[in-house]
């Protein structure tokens, strides 16, 4: 598939004639002598190996197909699942990429933001120059799941960028549709890349819950970069109260700032019945941002009769209840997994009008992947990593 070099992400640019009669030369694109015809990635060859750098022939983009040069991608903590090949899924046992098709090597980066730069000859809603950020969940394209905008949830085929399709850990990179790419306008696009995971994934949940009135409250389970998102787009978006939930009494008191009516420990003693009881035994919803065994019997002790738990967190685990409680509360229990097109539409447009917090960016060059995955593993990065490649 690929072939190593050693000499880092460095561009080798290679300057083609149009060939006679092709007409996958977009009109925008006449005017650029250079075609981007070599990405330079990096991936990893084994499961739970390092990453290294590999270089690959791209063909011209045809049909629908978008080139973008990467300025900007997230370093995701699920990079760090996807590295070691799978999920705990509680009980000593592991899902398994792949067994669920994913071919090595694998170029992670799903947090994709860059420059578009060759449109292939059906392209209409972007061109060579746009600042855009890439939808990465991407499934058939066809079915009436992916047409609807929820290709990450897709039953036929997943063509995620960074898992089987090459990802932003690299220079180039080649999205199958323009359908995928959404412009940025004048956001930074640092912040913008870490809507594609983060960001969705925030705002996915939300969209799970029913419409709540002023009365309502819902609880926000971890209070990370991702929570604390949902706390801003709660807070700018919803009438509902928030109860905010974390162990840490800095993430409580930033959770406040970002709109938060009231902030709870979860270590505290009696620590259900006592946010219970604050919020008026009127929670209408809790979003679990942890997805651990404690945050979920919290999130359904938590909230009244009718009440909806949104399972977000991916810490593993198995979950376990006594089932009439389902009937007695009239329970919904929903799991969300990232978000759909829409959602990453609804996102870029929301920021640019509601402050988002602003989760700390740690922007590093794209050939200290391995070094800043090992960070996050180790817990030493505060806030988001955002590779740039050279
Ligand atoms: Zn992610
Ligand atoms: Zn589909």
């Known amino acids: ?17 149009a060939p006679a009669g092709v007409r996958s030369i977009n009109a925008s694109l006449r005017a650029t002598p250079m075609k981007f015809r070599c990405a330079h990635r990096w991936a990893f060859t084994r499961w739970g190996g390092p990453l290294e ?3 690959d022939p791209l063909e011209p983009a045809t049909g629908n197909e ?8 997230g370093i995701c903590h699920s ?4 590295r070691a090949g799978g999920f705990d899924m509680g009980g000593g046992r592991m899902s398994s990429l792949e067994r669920a098709g994913t071919r090595l090597p694998v170029t992670m980066g799903h947090e994709i933001c860059g420059e578009v730069v060759e449109v292939g000859p059906e392209v209409r809603s972007v061109a060579a120059g746009d600042r855009v950020v890439a939808y990465p969940w991407i499934g058939c394209g066809s079915c009436a799941v992916c047409e609807r905008g929820d290709d990450h949830l897709c039953p036929k085929a997943a063509n995620n960028l960074g898992l089987q399709r090459p990802g932003g850990y690299s220079d180039l990179v080649r999205v199958p549709h323009d359908r995928y790419l959404v412009p940025i306008g004048s956001l ?5 890349a870490t809507f594609a995971c983060a960001g969705i994934t925030a705002w996915g949940a939300i969209r799970k819950l029913s419409p709540a009135t002023a009365d309502d409250w819902i609880a926000v389970i971890g209070c990370g970069g991702v929570g604390m998102t949902a706390v801003a787009l709660l807070a700018a978006t919803s009438p509902a109260r928030i109860a905010a939930i974390d162990p840490d009494p800095a993430k409580r008191e930033a959770a406040l700032r970002y709109g938060a009516t009231a902030a709870f420990d979860p270590g505290a003693d009696k620590a259900a019945k006592t946010i219970a009881e604050a919020c008026g035994n009127n929670l209408a919803g809790a979003i679990d941002f942890v997805g651990a065994e404690s945050s979920s019997s919290l999130a359904v002790n938590l909230v009244r009769r009718t009440g909806e738990v949104v399972i977000v967190g991916l810490f593993g685990g198995e979950f376990r209840m006594p089932l009439p409680m389902f009937a007695l509360k009239s329970l919904s229990i929903l799991g969300s997994y990232v978000g759909g097109l829409n959602d990453l539409r609804d996102l870029v447009d929301l920021a640019q009008r509601v402050e988002l917090p602003e989760i700390p960016l740690d922007l590093r060059p794209l050939a200290s992947v391995n070094e800043s995955l090992d960070d996050l593993a180790n817990g030493r990065v505060v806030g988001r990593v955002i590779l740039q490649p050279a």
Do not use: K, Q, W
């Open 1 to 17: 598939m690929g072939r190593r070099h050693g000499g880092g992400a460095n561009y080798t640019l290679s300057v083609l004639p």
């Open 66 to 73: 978008v080139t973008i040069r990467v300025t900007h991608c």
């Open 79 to 82: 990079d760090l699942h996807i």
């Open 188 to 192: 930074d696009p640092a912040r913008a």
């Open 53 to 55: 750098t590999l270089e």
